[in-house]
C-alpha cells in the first residue's frame, strides 16, 4: 500500500517541530486540547464510499464505520502515521491526493480531494481538519462544515464560544471550529481535534 512506501520514502521521519502553531491561550492558539468523545452508538449519516465504509469526525481522533454492519473502529491520535494511512486508505477506498509538510508549522499532513487534512507530529497521527468544504464528514450527532451556530447549540451538545484572532472560535465535545460570524444562522466554516495548523 502507499502508506507502505511513504515510510520507505522517508516521509514520516523523526521528530516535527511546531514553531508558530499556537500557544496555549484558547483564543489564540491554532489547535486547542481536547477531550475525548464518549463511544457512538450509531454511524453518522455521512456518505459511504466505495469501500463500505463512512468516517465520523472525533474530538480524540476518527473512527471508521463499516457499512451495513455498523461496525466500528476508533483511530485515536497516537496511532503509528503507516497503520494511520493505512486504515484511512481501506476505509475510504483511495490514497491521499496530497501529502507534504506545512511550511509555517513543520507538521506533516495528509490530505484527501475532499479536504479532509490528516496531521502528523512526532511520528505519530496528531489531529485532523476540515475547512470551507461540503464533504459529508460530521461527528456522530451531525455536527460539520456548514452547520449553523444553532444547530451546534442545540441537541444537548456542551459548547463555548468566544471571538478569537481567528474569528468566533467554538470547542464542542473535543471538537474546535470557527463560525462565520456570532449571529444565529452563522455556519461553522473550520473544524478540527487535536494539533492542526489553521491558516489564518
Do not use: Y
Not at 483564543?27 to 457512538?40: I, K, L, Q, Y
Not at 463512512?54 to 461496525?71: H, I, K, Q
Not at 441537541?155 to 471550529?177: K, L
Amino acid at each position: 500500500m502507499r502508506a507502505r512506501q511513504l515510510l520507505a520514502a522517508g516521509w514520516v521521519s523523526g521528530a516535527v517541530l511546531l514553531a508558530g502553531c499556537g500557544d496555549p491561550a484558547p483564543e489564540a492558539r491554532d489547535a486547542p486540547s481536547v477531550a475525548s468523545t464518549p463511544e457512538p452508538s450509531a454511524a453518522p449519516a455521512a456518505a459511504a464510499g466505495d469501500s463500505g465504509a463512512t468516517l465520523a469526525l472525533e474530538g480524540d481522533g476518527l473512527r471508521v464505520f463499516v457499512l451495513p454492519s455498523g461496525s466500528a473502529r476508533p483511530i485515536p491520535f497516537g496511532t503509528d502515521p503507516v497503520q494511520t494511512l493505512e486504515l484511512l486508505e481501506a476505509a475510504r477506498g483511495e490514497p491521499p491526493s496530497n501529502l507534504g509538510q506545512n511550511p509555517d508549522c513543520g507538521e506533516q499532513f495528509a490530505e484527501w480531494s475532499d479536504g479532509l487534512l490528516v496531521w502528523f507530529d512526532h511520528e505519530a497521527f496528531a489531529g485532523w481538519s476540515l475547512a470551507d468544504t461540503a464533504a459529508p464528514r460530521s461527528t456522530v450527532d451531525g455536527l460539520k462544515i456548514g452547520s449553523t451556530r444553532a444547530q451546534l447549540q442545540s441537541g444537548g451538545r456542551v459548547v463555548e464560544i468566544a471571538p478569537s484572532a481567528r474569528g468566533v472560535a467554538f470547542t464542542a465535545g473535543g471538537v474546535a471550529g470557527l463560525l462565520a460570524s456570532d449571529a444565529p444562522d452563522a455556519p461553522v466554516t473550520h473544524l478540527w481535534a487535536g494539533m492542526a495548523c489553521i491558516a489564518p
